[in-house]
């Protein structure tokens, strides 16, 4: 089955420490997206990469960090520069295409105590 | 700058009927979706509305004015199991996805 996955499904850490989350598509995607959602808000962009070994900043892209090696893969790190780093983070993905219907991994929620 | 309102919450019975609505403000259009997300996972696509008109999907209906700026997700034989956050969200000019808060829909027996 295609899909995307995203792991671990909660994640603890330690204020200022850094922490990287994971995203893989088998869908043969080219876009890959990366959303942080607070509670009773929508979706608001982190980073996006439309093409392997480029990407490019959203709208919070501040204390976030992004690589694109590979095209199943879209790792999101987390780093001690985000202020307030709690909360879901939601990876995405759509075949870059007009089109642009999101797919969605299930979700990591991260809590930084 | 870009905007999209929806209500932020919105209460009906089971087996009634609710009309959801949103109107947004965006540099161009290239389409609008709606999604569905329970508490707590990944929100899951409902519909896509591109050109003016209803999209009827089983109980879910989606309705587009591009004049007006304005769409409205109808949801029919409400279910206990439709209580969840209804997203909308714009395709800009750049093709980017632009997201309203969301709905949060509280259906009661």
């Known amino acids: 089955d295609g899909g995307i996955t995203q792991s671990p499904k909660y994640l603890f850490r330690k204020e200022g420490q850094n922490v990287t989350l994971s995203c893989e598509q088998n869908?043969?995607?080219?876009?890959m997206y990366w959303y942080r959602q607070d509670p009773g808000q929508g979706l608001r962009l982190i980073y996006y990469s439309q093409i392997v070994n480029d990407f490019q900043k959203g709208d919070i892209a501040e204390g976030y960090s992004v690589s694109r090696e590979k095209k199943e893969s879209f790792p999101l790190t987390v780093t001690s520069a985000q202020k307030n780093p709690t909360a879901f983070y939601l990876c995405?993905?759509?075949?870059?295409?007009?089109?642009?219907?999101?797919?969605f991994g299930p979700g990591t929620r991260l809590t930084v105590l | 700058g870009q905007n999209i309102d929806q209500p932020t919450e919105m209460t009906a019975t089971e087996g009634a009927i609710v009309q959801i609505n949103c109107t947004y403000q965006t540099s161009g259009f290239n389409g609008l979706f709606w999604y569905q997300q329970h508490a707590g996972e990944a929100p899951t696509f409902l519909s896509y509305?591109?050109l003016d008109g209803l999209e009827e999907k089983g109980r879910f209906s989606s309705f587009l004015s591009r004049s007006k700026g304005y769409s409205y997700l109808l949801l029919k034989e409400l279910q206990m199991k439709d209580s969840a956050s209804y997203l909308c969200?714009?395709?800009?000019?750049?093709?980017?996805?632009?997201w309203g808060a969301g709905t949060k829909l509280i259906i009661k027996p």
């Open positions: 995405a993905s759509n075949p870059g295409e007009i089109y642009n219907e999101q797919f």
């Open positions: 969200a714009v395709v800009d000019s750049n093709y980017q996805l632009i």
């Open positions: 869908l043969n995607h080219d876009a």
């Open positions: 509305n591109v």
